[in-house]
């Protein structure tokens, strides 16, 4: 394939992914209401799954394809897009994020950091022990968000906000007639099936675009593939950061983190050859210290809760904006 044919290729199955991925997570959110799912929480977990969606399929099919850096890379710029996603619905809205948020979610954020690290040092210091041909890091990193799962099942994470709790407790209505639901469940599985054939595609040409020029899977992975791949987590962050659920926006873009280092394990079953963090190039590993830098960044926006706003900018929102731009800058030197 052409470079030419390549990026035509990307843009057009990038556009599908993306489109497919935005509509998956409407149509995911129609769903817990139309079949009167009980709890906002239901609804945002099968939200949180579609939007994760992309992200896996790429990441299989670049695993499976023989690209390992495409799909770490995909992961660890994904885990630095969420930051930058979370500075742009704070500039984006009119009301401040960072004060608006319970302190709980920095445990969520502090839980991303760690999962990160651990897959930044596999990359330096990879084990090299496996399980079959499935790393005895991922496999770490996996059992390691389980556990805090189940640890903060037992200790809630806290409060919503107010206004994410009257959504909460609001009722959830109930269809007049079961074609609603139907129809909803209906575009769900369409727009599923757009990206499970739309993103294998989508790997193909930017292991293609990354093979012509040069430029790295690694930077490839960290920036064109996880800004497509994280549209859907942009539009229902700034969805629901409209109608003042900010702990939900907040919470989808840190528990993202910390799942997008989970579906590690899956990429690594994927890969066939062996353990995926010993065949990826050390570059990867400037990715995710980008990732938790970002992540640090919010973290410490939270626990300040900064009032501070310069002409509607957020100094916080700002400096993770300028910092992704840094840091995508430095993979990409590094490639």
């Known amino acids: 394939m052409t470079l030419g044919a390549a990026v035509v290729v990307f843009v057009l199955s990038g556009a599908v992914v993306a489109w497919a991925g935005i509509r998956l997570s409407v149509a995911g959110d129609e769903v817990a209401e139309t079949t009167g799912m009980s709890g906002l929480l239901v609804g945002t977990i099968l939200v949180a799954g579609a939007t994760s969606l992309p992200e896996i399929v790429t990441n299989v099919a670049a695993a499976i394809s023989g690209a390992p850096d495409l799909a770490v890379g995909n992961l660890f710029g994904s885990n630095a897009i969420n930051m930058a996603i979370l500075g742009i619905v704070d500039l984006a809205g009119k009301q401040q994020v960072w004060n608006r948020i319970e302190g709980g979610h920095a445990r969520v954020a502090s839980i991303a950091i760690a999962l990160t690290a651990l897959g930044v040092l596999a990359v330096l210091a990879p084990p090299r022990v496996a399980v079959g041909w499935v790393g005895i890091d991922t496999l770490f ?81 960290a ?85 501070t706003r310069i002409y509607r900018l957020e100094p916080d929102a700002v400096v993770i904006l300028l910092m992704y731009l840094i840091g995508m800058y430095a993979v990409w030197a590094a490639s």
């Not at 040409?205 to 899977?217: F, K, L, N, P």
């Not at 899956?266 to 050390?282: K, N």
């Open 223 to 307: 920036t064109l593939l996880a800004f497509v791949t994280s549209a859907p987590e942009l539009v229902s962050c700034l969805a629901a950061a409209r109608i003042g659920a900010h702990d939900l926006a907040v919470g989808n873009l840190f528990g993202s983190n910390a799942y997008n280092m989970f579906t590690l394990v899956i990429a690594d079953v994927a890969y066939l050859p062996g353990p995926i963090l010993a065949d990826v190039h050390p570059a990867q590993a400037v990715s995710g210290v980008v990732a938790i830098l970002l992540t640090s960044i919010s973290l410490a926006a939270i626990v300040h809760g900064t009032e």
């Open 141 to 221: 990193i996996a059992g390691n968000y389980v556990a805090t799962l189940a640890w903060m099942r037992r200790s809630p994470v806290g409060r919503f906000s107010d206004q994410a709790r009257a959504i909460e407790e609001a009722p959830r209505t109930q269809a007049s007639s079961p074609d609603r639901a139907r129809r909803a469940v209906l575009r769900f599985v369409v727009a599923a099936a757009l990206i499970l054939v739309s993103a294998p595609v989508m790997a193909s040409s930017a292991e293609a675009i990354a093979d012509a020029t040069g430029i790295g899977q690694t930077f490839i992975g």
